[in-house]
């Protein structure tokens, strides 16, 4: 018990700080870093949860595709933000106090915060004992939350138009290859046989 | 492996109709040439939508639940997915002009349009934090997507980015109350969460009260109240106009839908603890609507504050129904608050038209004074625009004025003195610059005036509106007793 308290307490903990830097290092590819770090942990608080198959879509799809896929971003597109942050420091001290209050507001709130112990017993879907996790995800995913399945799918078709129709453009002039006609292609059409005088050049 | 039943799936027809269309003329888009697309895509759009409505009708009947009670149909959610759709059909038909003017004459357009629809119904349908979510997140998406969709004018770049950016703020808010929520009562089901803070005498645990209020930051950002409004005029003035004409209309329908129901359902016994947030932000609206129009030049913001007021008069029907007590009152502040939304949705759509209408050497004009003379160099569409004006600052008989009256009425009932008399005041202060409308098309002197001739969709468009505001005195009958059974449907006893 006292390992996985102390295991939760360093996942946890590196996740907050990792997600901190994320947006304060300076540099963005330092900050994709983070990124990556922050989703470590988080998949590593997923398993002390007992889902394992969570924790491995986690790094599988957000460090494998999506953090990748920013780091090309900030590495192609030349952002300048420093500049973008310059004003950060200047705003700290206002913005660090008037963050502070609600810090200590919210502070007060939680401390008194009571997690009725009935909660587990109401869990919509509880985890099931007998079948890994993986099998339990399948078992509702496509029977009781389908609705949610195909909602997610339709937004997801929506983001797919969207980044369609927010950045093609068909340029005019592009050439592209027709095989058709490429294999249409006769030699009377395309050659012409001519005689060289020796010496004289075309 | 358990049994499970494959889920009924009358109840969302509409929704399953819309999200096939969709798809289907997306697929006819892609798969035709370019003018031909837009223009099936458009036309079509609208049937898809008409058809949709006729759906509605058609599953009406009682409550029922589907989908593992996540999703449910009621007189409440038929109600507000009429108006829902009526206003997307008609941002699609007024769109057409402008799309063509300006080159973006897509066939995305109209698609998007749809799919953001679905999202509207799906969001009036939520019963089920999660449901409510995917349904708002589908509606926002598509809206930012085609509040950009002039994607050459950096105006409208920068209201897709900007109501991007802070939709994803206020998604993040309501998330992390409901994940409060979830986690303090262990489910996210409307009826489960009911039945929980009902049984419970010794009130909501802190945690999810917190929950409760970031999903109302949530809810009221979409609905652009105070304090969350600031993203409102600057989006409404750089999206295209048909697109600020949906905007304002069609996901506030919607989102005003879902907050009632999250109100009064899961959190219904609550009350007391969000009562006070509503009326805060109700009363915060209507003032901040009412001062803040007052200066601007542009029409469009104008439009912006103006429903920003109009959203903290709807909102008193939100308070009314968290009076506990009395159903019969609670149910007239429902009442009050869906006749308002009608009213709104007719007022605004008779208002975008004119706007749309607003061009000068084909070029769109917004600011109000380009107004000016309108009544010489066309009376009718000056006259059409008054009704609006006039209806919209409350003047009797016009609809607007008898929409103010249920929720003002209403609000007496509960005893909420004083969001009726702060309401009545901002109403009086946001007559000023409705009128001061009207005064420049009246007695200023003309300039050159707009373009003619007005298309046949935009003359349909001006004149239901208009007749609708001006005779709606007369034949209140089919609105108030479909508000009455929607709220009915809503409150217990």
Known sequence: MIIQSLAFYLFAGITVAAAVMVISARNPVHSVLFLILAFFNSAGLFVLLGAEFLAMILVVVYVGAVAVLFMFVVMMLDIGVAELREGFLQYLPLGGIVGLILLLELGFVVAGFVISPEVSERFSAPAPADIPNTEAIGQLLYTKYVYFFQAAGMILLVAMIGAIVLTHRSREGVKKQRIGQQVDRRPEETLEIKKVQTGSGI | ?493
């Not at chain 2, 036309?43 to 599953?59: C, D, E, K, M, P």
């Open chain 2, 1 to 493: 492996m358990p049994e499970t039943a494959f889920p009924n799936l009358i109840p969302a027809l509409p929704e399953i109709f819309l999200a096939v269309a969709a798809m289907l003329l997306l697929m006819i888009g892609v798969f035709s040439r370019e003018e031909l697309a837009a223009r099936t895509a458009g036309y079509g759009s609208v049937i898809v939508l008409i058809v949709a409505i006729v759906f509605v009708g058609l599953v009406a009947e009682g409550r029922v639940l589907t989908f593992g009670g996540a999703f449910v149909t009621d007189p409440f959610a038929v109600f507000v997915k009429v108006m829902t759709l009526i206003a997307a059909a008609a941002a699609i038909l007024m769109s057409r002009s402008y799309l063509e003017d300006h080159k973006i004459n897509r066939f995305e357009f109209p698609v998007l349009v749809l799919l953001a629809a679905l999202g509207m119904l799906m969001m009036v349908s939520a019963n089920d934090l999660i449901a409510l979510y995917l349904g708002l997140e589908l509606q926002s998406l598509a809206l930012y997507v085609i509040a950009s969709f002039q994607r050459d004018s950096t105006r409208s770049a920068e209201a897709g980015l900007k109501y991007f950016v802070l939709g994803a703020v206020a998604s993040g808010l309501l998330l992390y109350g409901m994940t409060l929520v979830y986690g303090f009562s262990g489910t996210t089901n409307f009826d489960v969460l009911e039945k929980l803070f009902a049984d419970s005498n010794a009130g909501a645990p802190v945690g999810v009260i917190v929950g409760v209020v970031f999903i109302i930051a949530g809810l009221a950002f979409k609905i652009s109240a105070v304090p969350f409004h600031m993203w409102t005029p600057d989006v409404y003035e750089g999206a295209p106009t048909p697109v600020t004409a949906l905007l304002a209309v069609a996901p506030k329908i919607a989102a005003m839908g879902l907050f009632i129901r999250v109100m009064t359902g899961p959190f219904g016994d609550l009350s007391g603890q969000w009562q006070q947030i509503i009326i805060f932000i109700s009363i915060a609206s209507m003032v901040l609507g009412a001062f803040a129009a007052i200066n601007q030049k542009n029409i469009k913001r104008l439009m912006a504050y103006s429903s920003i007021g109009h959203m903290g008069y709807a909102l008193i029907g939100l308070a009314v129904a968290g009076q506990t007590g009395s159903p019969a009152v609670q149910s007239d502040g429902l009442h009050g608050m869906l006749v308002y939304l009608a009213i709104y949705m007719v007022m605004n759509l008779g208002t975008f038209a004119c706007i749309l209408l607003m061009k000068k050497d084909g070029r769109m004009m917004e600011d109000i004074n380009d107004l000016a003379g309108l009544s010489k160099t066309n009376p009718a569409l000056a006259a059409v625009l008054t009704i609006f004006m006039f209806s919209m600052a409350g003047i009797p008989p016009l609809a607007g004025f008898l929409g103010k009256l249920y929720v003002f009425q209403s609000a007496i009932q509960a005893e909420l003195f004083g969001l009726a008399i702060i309401g009545v005041l901002a109403s009086v202060v946001g007559a000023f610059y409705y009128l001061r409308i009207v005064k420049v098309m009246y007695f200023d002197q003309p300039e050159d005036g707009l373009d003619g001739p007005i298309s046949f969709e935009m003359k349909s468009i001006l004149g239901v509106m208009g007749v609708v505001i001006l005779l709606f005195i007369f034949l209140p009958g089919p609105l108030l007793s479909g508000a009455e059974a929607a709220s009915a449907a809503l409150l217990p006893g």
